[in-house]
């Protein structure tokens, strides 16, 4: 069962656990001829690493990413691309108390229940921690995707607290901890953060990704949609419980005279939309207006607030999950988000240029 892979032309296979020697992934189907580096991607995972804020997991890793194959005088050679990063920061021994309970909200009874057998250090396979690894393979898709396709993406509402529509400014996201597009909404959530991080608790968040410059025609009718591969990215990543193309959910609440993308011809020859409730895609096919997306992530289930839960024995007990942890697992999310739009992007240009050149 290829259950830890991903795409369809591009495909993408991450293996690897939370407190493992190491994680990984393979990209097949990369173009050859394509200057590639591991200084290509570093950036990237830079913006994900953890312990960078006072808001995020204080586990220390640097993330550094190694290209094992697929790059030849650095340009990729069209094989099988094959990328490494080493953990060096685990504390196993944080996970020794609950060997043998589930803790609430985790995929411990889950795993357990479908295998028969888990890891419990760090969540094992279901840990966040696999997600460098998209964001790593993401980076490559931006390369495939060139220049022409800018991917944004921010934080936009943090535990109910969202941003202001009218002052979003993309380049405000590198400005503050959070990834969010609204300074005065950062500063906001620096307050509210620090004292639901000192209770030990934690906090929800929705993540914006937008994709500016693709062109009209990607994707396929019916089963290929590009909305649907994008949802199906999206709800893959830990923690997301949610998924809006567009308007999403709104457009449920709108009219059609109102839900409509009014269309004129601009001056360019090409068609003009007064409105983007569509997300930029119409019967499952990139229809030339940015490509948006939403993604609701749930708190983060590791708290330090005791909850009622069983052991493996069947035993009613309390716990207390210990260790390093995220108060809010979505600003890390945010660049895996990214990672995953340029993957759905990158395999559906790669898939329209198979069939139509």
């Not at 024995?313 to 207390?320: K, Q, R, T, Y």
Request: aromatic letters at 6%.
């Amino acid at each position: 069962m290829s259950i830890n892979s991903f795409g369809h032309v591009l495909r993408f296979t991450s293996w690897g656990e939370s407190h493992g020697p190491s994680i990984g992934a393979v990209l097949d189907g990369v173009p050859p001829g394509l200057a590639l580096s591991e200084g290509d991607i570093q950036p990237f995972l830079d913006k994900r690493r953890p312990g960078q804020s006072r808001f995020t997991t204080q586990r220390q890793e640097p993330d550094q990413v190694r290209i094992l194959s697929g790059v030849y005088e650095g340009r990729t050679t069209g094989t099988a691309l094959s990328l490494l990063i080493e953990n060096t920061d685990q504390r196993s021994k944080d996970y020794s108390d609950i060997a043998k309970r589930f803790r609430p909200g985790h995929a411990d009874y889950t795993y357990l229940a479908k295998y028969g057998h888990r890891d419990p250090r760090g969540g094992g396979r279901s840990s966040a921690r696999e997600t460098a690894m998209r964001v790593a393979a993401g980076a490559v898709a931006r390369k495939i995707l060139g220049a022409g396709v800018v991917i944004h993406g921010g934080l936009v509402e943090m535990g109910g607290d969202a941003i202001d529509d009218a002052a979003l400014d993309w380049d405000e996201v590198d400005q503050n901890p959070f990834f969010c597009p609204d300074a005065k909404a950062a500063q906001r959530w620096a307050e509210r953060l620090d004292a639901v991080r000192k209770s030990g608790d934690s906090l929800g968040a929705v993540i914006a990704v937008e994709a500016h410059g693709v062109p009209a025609g990607w994707g396929a009718p019916i089963y290929g949609k590009l909305d649907s591969d994008l949802a199906a990215a999206m709800m893959s990543i830990n923690a997301a419980k949610g998924v809006e193309i567009g308007a999403g959910f709104e457009a449920a609440r709108l009219s059609g005279a109102d839900n409509a993308d009014e269309m004129r011809m601009g001056p360019d020859g090409h068609p003009r939309f007064l409105s983007n409730h569509a997300g930029g895609i119409l019967g499952g096919i990139s229809s030339g207006q940015p490509v948006c997306c939403k993604i609701a992530i749930k708190p983060t289930s590791s708290i330090l607030i005791p909850r009622q839960t069983i052991t493996s024995d069947g035993e009613e007990v309390e716990i207390i999950t210990k260790g390093r942890h995220d108060p809010c697992v979505g600003i890390r999310g945010v660049p895996v988000a990214e990672a995953m739009l340029a993957l759905v992007l990158a395999d559906h240009m790669m898939l329209h240029r198979a069939q139509c050149g």
